[in-house]
């Protein structure tokens, strides 16, 4: 989540040399705001440079210094907005920009939701199944061991020892280590370290990557076939989140990425940079949006 910092007394070089008396409203005054990232600033005009990075700005500000659009590489656009909260929650009003990103990939968008559906599906089964199988663990273990010699499988490895089970079968395997446990099931695979989850079906094509850092930050990846949802965000009680929908199988659509980079203090208002790309190669388009983000509210 660590953008690269622009600090205010460099603004009206680094705008362009941008020339601030382009037509651009930029902001005379601000405050701020401080948390354990760092200082947000509260913004009441938007900061618009003529060019920054490979993004060069479409006209000049418009709804008041609220909204302003740039293009990217390959036909990129991203649009920067200043969006007050209105006692609003910063999650509603990122919603309605993640719904109106994702109108422009519904195949992703719909692959997602069923890889959505599919893993809280599985993750009740489990839960009912698991209780059961700890139960019964100890008991199937002593008869396993007393059959095995008898039946002569030669397929099976077990080594056990302080902090240490690994077991395996077939394709199907268990592994627990101090900070982490793995556990693969035919085309199916769950990955436990730290505080990060990975969960893999072969059989859907999908995969789910959760977790948090001890700071508060967090990522999740939803993936499924050639869609993915990716979603970070900062700790603390101000805004910043990033997220991303990608579809590479998209040839009916110009884009086959969407997203936004948010940042915000509390209580607002929200920069947000929305991103439109037809690149799989979205890295450039997305750090300089973030770059506009961190130019306006800070990192």
Known sequence: MTLRPFLIPTVCAFAGLAACGDGVSISSS???TRDAKGVLKVVETLQCPQTIGSLTRKGSASAAGTVCTYIGPKGAEVSLHLVPLDDASPADVLKAFEQRLSSDLPRAMAAINAAEAEAARAEGEADAAGAAAD????ESEAARLAAEPSAGRGDRASVRGPGVVIEAQGDDATVRLPGLQIETRGDKA???IGGFHIDADDSTGSARVSGSSGNGDSVSINARNDAAEIRASGGGDATRVSWILTDDRNEDSRWRVV?????????GPLVVATVRSRDRNRERAFEDAKALVALNVGD
């Open 135 to 138: 139960s019964a663990q100890a």
């Open 30 to 32: 601000h405050t701020e």
């Open 259 to 267: 997203g936004y980079e948010a940042r915000g203090p509390v209580g």
């Open 190 to 192: 769950s990955v436990r």
